[in-house]
């Protein structure tokens, strides 16, 4: 064993102090933890606020892993969402409210185009919720702050002539008969609004890869793309960045908040970064994951990004948790900065159990 000594320093601040927090300040508690060699600090905090604060200032001036900042098991963590509130967003879903989202003591609703029109209505549905909700509450028509990210091997460009949009193809796998255990197709996976069933898939030059078979249209953001690839280009795919075998399975939500993960993109590459955001974020009636660069000059995903598989490492397995959707959702009179370029990304194990879902199949990852 490694004799050399270790030290932890846990530091507790309050949220005001986080709010307050700059350059200075922060070089002061650099220069106290120099004084110790081979530290490792951490920071408390006991509320959500605190948390996302503490998250914060740890990404702008470095103060230690975001994996560092942690609440105690009996903290009281309470969101302010209450039950009724929930439950009035919940019954105007067929009304055309499709999401929510809970930034600190804002509330931002997600609404359809219809609801925008229907004035009456909408006023009051808002009232309700107003009246629920102790913060604000802003509407948000959903297709004017959710972007997607439109513009062989994975991570490559996945063009859609007949929509001439491209996207990235996901992750490759073999489609198995669960009865008889022997591969049907090789498939590829991205995003539906990229491509969806009957749409050809081809390569950033026009190649063709392949014709998709799921699902049967763009309109659900919940969905992944299954793409049945050509016979004649399966022994063309390169199908390895990592070399490092996949798994597939939903983890739980608190293991995932604040988790670092990285994925390869058409456009921007790899590229790494955080999960901000899973609780009190919901898009047609499930949660979405809101995910932060780790590089405050360039975000975690961008235009032909779509359809790239969200990767993070837990105990030196590689896990693959989500599919890149679009980004910049732009609550613009969001007083938080935390939704500043960040990508929204689905859950991955959902979206395939939706497609293998009375089928008799399986998806059998490559590695990636």
Known sequence: MDDERKSVCIFYFREQFWKTMNKARAQTIREALRRVSNTNVFILTTSDVERDEAVECCKR???????????????????????????????????????????????????NEHLRTETERRSEIENCIKNNFKGEVHFRPLNKVLKPQCTVRCGDYLRNDA????????????????????????????????????????TSTGERIGECIWPGSKANIHDVSIIKIDPSVINSLQRTHLNENITVEERPYGSLRYRDVFKYGATTGRTSGSIEQINDFQLFDRNVMAISSDDPENPFSTNGDSGAIVLTIIDGKHYGIGVIYGGSLEDREAKSSI??????????????????????????????
Do not use: W
Request: aromatic share 6%.
């Open 61 to 111: 001036f470095k103060l230690c892993p975001i994996s560092h900042v942690i609440s105690p098991a009996n903290a009281s963590i309470k969101s302010p969402l209450t039950k009724q509130c929930l439950e009035i967003i919940k019954s105007s879903r067929k009304n055309g409210v499709i999401g929510y989202r809970l930034l600190g003591n804002e509330l931002h609703i997600y609404e």
């Open 163 to 202: 929509l001439g949009i491209m996207g990235t193809i996901g992750m490759f796998g073999e489609m198995k008969n669960t009865l008889e255990n022997h591969s049907l197709h090789t498939v590829a996976l991205s995003s539906p609004h990229v491509i969806s069933s009957g749409d050809v898939a081809g």
């Open 339 to 368: 939704t500043e370029n960040e990508s929204i990304a689905i859950f991955l194990k959902k979206a395939i159990d939706k497609f293998t879902a009375g089928k008799n199949v399986t998806i059998e990852f490559d590695k990636i």
